[in-house]
């Protein structure tokens, strides 16, 4: 497991964000929580200077949702996961869109990585 640090003021952030999901993170959090795949994970979990949605320890492992928001933040999006990659972490990303429409596939896609792992 890493050691990763987090700067202190976006723990706030953080809580704020766990109570205000989206239903496209509701929705992949009840797929994940109390250990339903195999691992722990965290949801909106501070990293370094980042909150990122879903964060599993074990794994040194990521998951992005990335709503419409994302769409003019490409650039941002990119820098943020090689920042991630380099502290040791995999991070999976998954439109919003995706995940209300095909919540299966996105779950699926989840266990095909931690089955290599």
């Known amino acids: 497991m890493i050691k990763l640090y987090y700067n202190p003021k ?7 964000l ?9 929705l992949l959090w009840n797929q994940l929580k109390r250990k339903k795949l195999g691992y722990d994970f965290h949801r909106q979990k ?6 990122v949605d879903f964060y599993s320890p074990e794994l040194n492992l990521v998951i992005e949702i990335d ?8 650039k941002e999006d990119a ?10 972490l995999h991070v999976l ?3 919003a869109s995706h995940v209300l429409k095909n919540l299966k596939d996105v779950v699926d896609s989840i266990m095909n990585y931690i089955d290599k792992k």
């Open 10 to 16: 976006l723990k706030h952030i953080a809580r704020k």
């Open 93 to 95: 990303r998954f439109q």
């Open 67 to 74: 709503s419409e928001v994302h769409l003019d933040k490409g």
């Open 79 to 88: 820098s943020r996961q090689i920042k991630l990659e380099s502290l040791g």
């Open 18 to 26: 766990r109570k205000n999901m989206t239903l496209p993170e509701v």
């Open 46 to 51: 501070p990293i370094d200077n980042y909150i």
